[in-house]
């Protein structure tokens, strides 16, 4: 899905220039960021670059602070919405020692930039049972402990057990998941200001016949109920205690509806898919009519589960 990067020149911002001076390299200026999101929307980053140590991060932070420059980490991108005007400073993605997994017995220390879909995959081969829950659950380890992955199955803190966290005054120390306010699709962390470095799971021995025919159930699952073939962001809003944000879309009359480029899906009426050139603009006017039509007919306020960066 990746659209082809326009060849030729691209222009040096002066952000680059002088971040060059205090990481080596790995910068790109005004990146698309529909390159970077599972919803291929976004407008161009003004600086997006790669940390590879928890060194660089606090490098490039140290410099984005006497700047007065802004930044924002990324994940996978898959639960994101962002504006089509862009991002100013610097976007960041976790790479490098930073996407390194180590196991030690039944515990798993996973960098935050590691892929979840390699931890399940490592837990799996190794008969380690807890991780099913995540089978097909896109994204990076740091952007599901944040969002507290999940499903009906399981979530990121029936196997958390503590995070390797940095923030602005507290540096880097290692916090108990009891600690981070974990709840159905929330944590205290999604302010945007602290940054995951790794998180350590805790699995335990299983079957691995049987772990394997469970992520098999449940992907099978995902598949039937999911668009998984168009380019989304997942389930758009989260569910109300005890109901689907999908069945009030669809009651509304909204399952299908589209502005734009962008709909709610005919398949799951809470994921709002794009079907070709949709833009955040696109989305937003979907979402909002959505919550007005619910609020006026059933007195609810959907709540969003994607983030939207403006
Ligand atoms: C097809 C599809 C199916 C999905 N199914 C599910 C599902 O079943 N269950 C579910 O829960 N979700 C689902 N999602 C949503 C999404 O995959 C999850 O929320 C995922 O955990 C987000 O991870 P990410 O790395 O992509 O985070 P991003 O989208 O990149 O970021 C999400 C938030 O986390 C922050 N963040 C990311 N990494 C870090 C870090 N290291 N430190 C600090 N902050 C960080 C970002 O700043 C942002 O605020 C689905 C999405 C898609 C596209």
Redesign the pocket.
């Known amino acids: 899905m990746d659209e082809p990067r326009s060849p030729g020149p691209r222009e040096v911002s002066p952000l680059i220039s002088a971040l060059r001076k205090i990481l080596p390299e790995g910068f790109r200026s005004a990146e698309p960021m529909r390159l970077h999101t ?2 291929r929307i976004g407008g161009p980053a003004e600086v997006f670059c790669q940390v590879n140590s928890t060194d660089e991060w606090q490098r490039l932070w140290e410099w984005c602070q006497q700047a007065g420059v802004a930044w ?9 919405l962002v504006c089509d005007h862009g991002l100013p400073g610097v976007t960041v993605r ?1 790479a490098g020692t930073l996407r390194e997994l180590r196991w030690e017995g039944d515990r798993v220390l996973v960098g ?2 590691a892929g ?1 879909a390699r931890l399940v995959k490592e837990a799996t081969g190794r008969g380690m049972a807890g991780m099913e829950f995540a089978a ?5 380890v ?3 402990v ?2 507290n ?3 009906n199955h399981g ?1 990121v803190d029936g196997v958390l057990e503590e995070v390797t966290l940095w923030s602005q005054d507290e540096a880097v120390r290692n916090v108990p998941a009891g600690e981070l306010g974990l709840g159905y ?1 929330s944590s205290r ?2 302010g ?1 200001r ?4 790794a998180a350590r799971f805790r699995l335990r021995p299983g079957d691995p016949a049987e772990i394997d025919r469970r992520i098999t159930a449940q992907m099978k699952e995902r598949r039937l109920r ?1 668009p ?1 073939d168009l380019p ?4 758009v809003f989260k569910n109300p205690p005890g109901d689907y944000a999908g069945r009030l879309i669809e009651a509304v009359g909204l399952k299908g509806f589209r502005m734009g480029d962008a709909a709610f899906s005919q398949k799951h009426a809470n994921f709002i898919v794009n079907c070709g050139r949709a833009t955040a603009a696109n989305v937003d006017a979907l979402m909002q009519l959505a919550r007005e039509r619910v609020r006026e007919r059933f007195n609810f306020e959907l709540e969003p589960e994607i ?1 939207i960066w403006r």
């Open positions: 599972s919803i924002r980490l990324l994940g996978g991108g898959t639960n994101l976790l935050a930039g979840l097909g659950i896109p994204g990076s740091g952007g599901a944040v969002m992955a999940g499903t979530a699709r962390l999604q945007g602290q940054v995951v470095f999911q998984l989304s962001a997942g389930s983030r």
